[in-house]
């Protein structure tokens, strides 16, 4: 421990406590900007760029004062140290340095996607700064627009998070400072469009970025269009991890479940029918588990053609990664469509049929909490004539939006239930929201149908948890089953490596791209790095899953009437042609429609 | 008999190359191929004069010299001995020609130490560089010094980087030492980067082996066995001299496996960076030679504990290394003897503007101003008053006549407001103006800043547009109160040295030349008449006999005739519509009655 003195209140510190730091623990504030940090997710963004944070180091290690000031996110304390966070000096030259920005930075607060949110405005009210003293050129770059992701570089920062996410947390490898000077900024290489570069739309960048030079793209406009329209009928499902999540927009703490809210205030909007992804996360057990235990047979009876382990394709950030990274393992994983696209697909088919809607007629919108669902809603494959199976994806942060605009409070609405039968779900099916969730999904299901016994315990808490790579070998009643779980891409990277290498073996191995899986998604409301946030929600998905009367996929009613009234058998004939899907290559070249 | 022709890029630019084949060609034919030997050596330093050739033993300075002149300098001088007076260089003063250039103003109280060999031997031939001492030190040091004697040896003899900062070189390598790892670097910092400036890329040409030695020796001090040279691809010639002297030191065992049987591994591979400024800043270079974008990092962790790969490194400059080997040939206490009390030994400075000898210099530390100026640089240009000097680059301040006795060494010149930096030192005089010369350093750090940091970034952009406001007759009081609050945030907030000294020519004009700031703020006057805004192009209506010549020649049209005749002429005169005129100075060129005038 060493000692140093913060606005002369001593304290004591670990060796290698950076000033902010300490001073956090001391209880002073410190104003940052660039800084960031994901705590228990190894990600730390400190480049010492912004010059927010600089504080005054009036006792230096050699007994004098130090002659400039200091970066206190990334200045490490040492013994005897003395520091001012809040002197006239550091005073002044923070403010400068926030004019600075300001000078280069649109004020179009009023119309800004981050309005409310930004990290620069809270800043600029925290400094009491009322008007901009440098007047003078601002940057200009070409604004881009991928299905998922609006960059505005017009409003970058240059705090670098987005950069060190998508590099060291995602290892995409899309984004990185370009040109000198004024010119700085974070693109793509070579100016190009995101959707030439090797992005997968995870959207993480979006989630850290302080300022609206990142943000989703807006489909609120387009779904209003559609439920005004007397013609359409527009049905909407929601994600699990929307439901854990949503509170938060609304004043509630983090980890308040809000399902039965939600589903009422959908209804106020004037959805015609409010269903739940939830029951296609059943759905997905069913042909993903089904497709598992396929293989796994297959296997122990000596075919050497099998492709083990099965790799879960809920997540369409990771299947974009797979593609891009990954082309010679594209038969591994499973094929089956993820939960979203599979209500997509049940809903244009199974359920207008049954309800006498032309396919044209119907708009299906999906409630994310991600932005590559946006994406994925209009990837080529998932189009028939012209019309895709999800219309719209509105993520979490976007439906808040919409509630508000409507002047409802989530926490004045009551609680209703979905519809049937596209509505009904398993505890199963909730826990897709969190790592580790689908896997132990598809296991609950697997040891039942391959064992023909009861489960002896339905939780898996071996498979839960935050490490970003987790292994655990389940026993399926004398046959060890190796199961892999990792969440963030670089994990995901390192983990398939392993298997690329013959280094490992596994049975099977779920990947989720962000961190935490979906409650830690780019659709969520933001948590601005609190990674308490995202154990709250965490927690809150096995709470629902916990609070459910049926807990396993196979055992969903609406399930087993699907499967008899029309797909016959997981994996059948009617299944590949509506719930399945294949990959493509796409480490040189992307396709999307429209 | 040896005739030594600059070979440097400023020689070689004035057809330097030609001389030699001439001189070749010539001796050939003469038969005297095998008694004069014609040698391309590296900069002479003297490169006001150049191409230099030297005939040695009788030791005869030729400056200016063209490839039509060969013939006569072999004709009249090697075959008779007859030296051939204009082309000798002329004493401006007593306009006396002198033959030995230790008796030019020029290399009078220069003192050669980095530059030792520099215009002396064909740097491309390791044997030349042996018999005047090269490599000697290298053997010492393997055969009689334990590695904590060199540090020891290079601390004692005050040597200090001549990169600009001026930390004490032995304790950077003696920090380095202590951090023992499998895999260190010694890295050469070869990314001259000042513009104007050229000492290293002297050295490098002039007389590459001495770094090679030097590296190979702090190798031996720190316990590295990689050396790595980062040096800016566009030094060709540079480039392919340190190459042949990396193979030719190879070829002699000085540099791979057991160096000259000791025991110690050591080689060198050169990196080539993509000329940013910014590279020149330690850790900066680092991430450029690891692929990454060449931006600065904060530090500690300094090199000496994590650089290059994650590994142990230890980064000097060209000119630093340079001194290195002669230090411990000639020892400690020699090197210490010369200089001031804390600086140490020689500096080399790349002397250019308004002065008449404009070249490469080497003096002790502590010389002065003074004398750099008026008696190695022979004054002001033209015999125009001196303004100020620029020393240390875009990093650097502007000083004043009242500065002139300022001796040259990292205090002095610090505290007078100005730094040392790597050797950049611009002599200005009074057609200089020093708004425009601020500016003109700040275009260069905005061009040159990584965009990392947002004091760096986003503030030296501002400091430069109030700067053109004010040069373009646009700036108020205030404006110059605020680009003294924006340089004293930014010296105090930017992240690495160049954020750190970018306002350094701004705060040092704003103190020494605060007379014209306000000149050109209130009174919207350049008196140097730099800065065209400010012009007014004026037609004298009594001195105008109404020709028209003028209004001829304006391309822009600006120039009507007016209702006025001037007594005594016939036509009406001409006038300047100043909204117009675009300043271009064409109609002061055609006027032949001198009535139009520049205000």
């Known amino acids: 421990m060493i000692n140093v003195t913060i606005d002369n209140k001593q304290i004591q510190v670990p060796e290698g406590t950076t000033i902010l730091k300490a001073a956090r623990m001391a209880g002073i504030h410190i104003p940052t900007l660039c800084y960031f940090e994901l705590a228990g997710m190894k990600f730390e963004n400190k480049p010492g760029g912004c010059r927010v944070c600089v504080v ?57 996607a981050k309005s409310g949110n930004c990290e620069l405005q809270s800043l600029a009210q925290y400094l009491g700064i009322r008007d901009i003293p440098f007047k003078g050129e601002q940057s200009h770059y070409r604004q881009d627009m991928s299905p998922s992701i609006v960059r505005d570089m017009d409003k970058c920062i240059m705090c670098r998070r987005c950069e060190n996410m998508c590099n060291n947390v995602q290892t995409v490898g899309a984004l990185s400072a370009i040109n000198r000077g004024f010119s700085a900024v974070v693109a793509p290489a070579f100016e190009q469009d995101l959707v030439d570069s090797p992005c997968v739309m995870c959207g993480q960048c979006v989630q850290v970025c302080p300022v609206g030079a990142l943000t989703e793209v807006d489909d609120t406009r387009n779904v209003m269009a559609a439920i005004n329209n007397p013609k359409k009928t527009v049905i909407v499902n929601t994600a699990p991890a929307t439901r854990v999540a949503l509170g938060e927009e609304f004043g509630m703490p983090a980890g308040t479940i809000v399902t039965g809210q939600m589903a009422a205030a959908l209804r106020r909007l004037g959805f015609d029918y409010v269903f739940d992804t939830d029951f296609t996360a059943d759905l997905t057990i069913m042909e993903e588990g089904t497709e598992l235990l396929g293989r796994i047979k297959k296997f122990m009876a000596g075919d050497k053609s099998v492709r083990l382990p099965i790799l879960t394709s809920c997540c369409p950030g990771w299947v974009n990664f797979f593609e891009h990274n990954f082309p010679d393992m594209l038969d591994v994983p499973s094929t089956a469509k993820s939960p979203m696209q599979m209500f997509g697909a049940v809903a244009k088919n199974y359920w207008a049929d049954k309800m006498g809607i032309k396919r044209e ?5 999906s409630i994310m909490p991600c932005l590559a669902k946006k994406y994925e809603s209009k990837r080529k494959e998932f189009y028939k004539d012209g019309n895709p199976d999800i219309d719209y994806v509105l993520t979490t ?136 946030i995202i154990k709250k929600r965490t927690e809150a998905i096995y709470r629902e899953d916990l609070g459910k009367p049926i ?37 040189e070249h992307v396709e999307i429609s429209e | 008999m040896h005739v030594l022709v600059c070979g440097g890029t400023g020689c070689q630019a004035s ?63 090697i075959i008779k001995g007859r030296k051939v007076t204009d082309l000798l260089y002329m004493d401006p003063e007593n306009k006396e020609h002198v033959a030995d250039s230790k008796h030019m103003g020029f290399y009078r109280k220069q003192l050669r130490i980095a530059l030792r060999n520099c215009g002396f031997i064909n740097p491309e031939n390791i044997d030349e560089c042996i018999s005047r ?237 003074r004398d750099i100026i008026y008696e190695i640089g022979g004054g002001i240009k033209g015999g125009r008053k001196f303004k100020a000097v620029q020393t240390g680059g875009p990093s650097g301040g502007c000083l004043t006549e009242k500065h002139l006795d300022t001796p040259i060494d990292y205090e002095s010149l610090a505290a007078a407001g100005s730094m040392m930096g790597s050797g950049g030192m611009v002599v200005m005089d009074d057609t200089s103006c020093m708004v425009a010369i601020a500016k003109f350093y700040l275009e260069f750090t905005c061009e040159e800043s990584c965009g990392k940091c947002s004091p760096c970034r986003i503030g030296n952009k501002r400091m430069l547009e109030i700067l053109t406001k004010i040069t373009e007759g646009r700036g108020t009081m205030d404006d110059l109160q605020e680009l003294r609050n924006l340089a004293a945030v930014i010296k105090d907030t930017a992240l690495c040295g ?27 006057k350049c008196r140097a008449g730099v800065c065209k805004k400010l012009m007014r192009y004026e037609i004298d209506k ?42 271009c100075g064409a109609c002061i060129s055609t006027c032949k009655f001198s009535a139009i005038s520049v205000k």
């Open chain 1, 397 to 532: 942060r976007e439906l808040a939006r919409l509630i508000k605009q409507f002047n409802l409070d989530l926490k004045d609405m009551p609680c209703e239930d979905y519809d049937d039968p596209l509505g009904e779900s398993t505890g199963a099916a909730v826990i897709f929201g969190a790592t580790g969730g689908v896997i132990e999904a598809a296991t609950r299901t697997a040891y039942e149908v391959f064992t023909g016994k009861p489960l002896p315990k339905i939780d898996f808490t071996e498979l839960r948890g935050m490490e970003g790579i987790r292994d655990a070998w389940v026993d399926f009643d004398g046959t060890p089953i190796h199961i892999g779980i990792a969440h963030g891409l670089s994990n995901a990277r390192t983990l398939l490596q392993r298997v690329r290498e013959g280094k490992e073996q596994f049975h099977a191995i779920e990947v989720m791209a962000c961190p935490g899986g979906c409650v830690g998604g780019a659709g969520q409301p933001y948590h601005h790095g609190n990674s308490e």
């Open chain 1, 551 to 587: 807990r396993k996929s196979h055992e969903n009613p609406s399930i087993k009437k699907i499967y008899e009234e029309y797909f016959g058998e997981p994996c059948g004939h009617k299944s590949h042609e509506l719930l399945h899907t294949h990959y493509f290559d796409k480490s």
């Open chain 2, 15 to 77: 057809a330097s190359a030609q001389i030699i084949k001439n001189f070749e060609d010539i001796l050939a034919a003469k038969g005297l191929q095998d008694e004069v030997q014609v040698v391309r050596t590296g900069c002479f330093g003297f490169c006001e004069k150049g191409p230099i050739v030297k005939i040695m033993p009788d030791n005869t300075f030729y400056t200016q010299v063209k490839p039509e002149d060969v013939e006569k300098i072999v004709n009249e001088h």
């Open chain 1, 361 to 365: 007629d119907l708009v299906v919108v």
């Open chain 2, 133 to 369: 001492g090269g490599y000697e030190a290298l053997g010492k040091v393997l055969s009689e010094m334990t590695p904590q004697q060199v540090v020891d040896e290079v601390t004692k003899s005050g040597l200090r980087g001549r990169g600009g900062a001026g930390f004490p070189t032995g304790v950077k390598w003696g920090l380095c030492a202590k951090n023992k790892c499998d895999e260190m670097y010694v890295i050469c910092n070869a990314d001259e980067g000042d513009p104007g400036a050229f000492m290293d890329r002297s050295i490098m040409e002039g007389d590459p082996h001495s770094i090679v030695e030097a590296m190979a020796i702090c190798g031996y001090a720190i316990g590295a066995t990689h050396g790595l040279v980062y040096i800016r691809a566009e030094y060709p010639l540079a480039i392919h001299r340190l190459q042949v002297a990396i193979a030719q030191a190879r070829e002699y065992g000085l540099l791979g496996k057991d160096i000259l049987g000791s025991g110690f591994d050591f080689d060198i591979e050169l990196r080539y960076g993509a000329g940013a400024f910014v590279c020149g800043e330690e850790t900066a270079l680092i991430h450029s030679m690891e692929g990454k974008r060449g931006e600065p990092t904060l530090k500690p962790p300094f090199p000496a504990v994590s650089g290059y790969m994650a590994k142990p490194s230890n980064v000097n400059n060209v000119e630093t290394f340079a001194n290195v080997p002669i230090i411990i040939t000639k020892g400690a206490d020699w090197f210490a003897s010369i200089g001031s009390e804390k600086s140490k030994g020689t500096k080399v400075f790349a002397l250019a503007g308004q002065i008449n000898n404009v070249g490469l210099i080497e003096v002790p530390m502590g010389t002065t101003l």
């Open chain 1, 56 to 112: 005054e180091v009036t006792k230096d290690f050699n007994g004098r004062p130090r002659r400039n000031l200091a970066p206190a996110c990334a200045t490490d304390c040492v013994e005897g140290m003395e520091v001012l966070t809040h002197s006239a000096r550091v005073i002044n030259a923070r403010r400068t340095v926030v004019e600075l920005i300001l000078s280069d930075h649109p004020t179009d607060c009023l119309t800004c």
């Open chain 2, 498 to 524: 160049l954020g750190q000294t970018s306002p350094n020519p701004v705060l040092s004009t704003l103190d020494n030349f605060w007379d014209e700031y306000v000149e050109h703020v209130v009174d919207k």
């Open chain 2, 542 to 583: 009594e001195k105008c006999i109404g020709c028209g010549a003028c209004k001829k020649n304006c391309p822009a049209e600006a120039i009507s005739k007016t209702d006025y005749i001037a007594p005594g002429h016939k036509l009406p005169s001409m006038t300047i519509d100043p909204s117009k005129c675009i300043k």
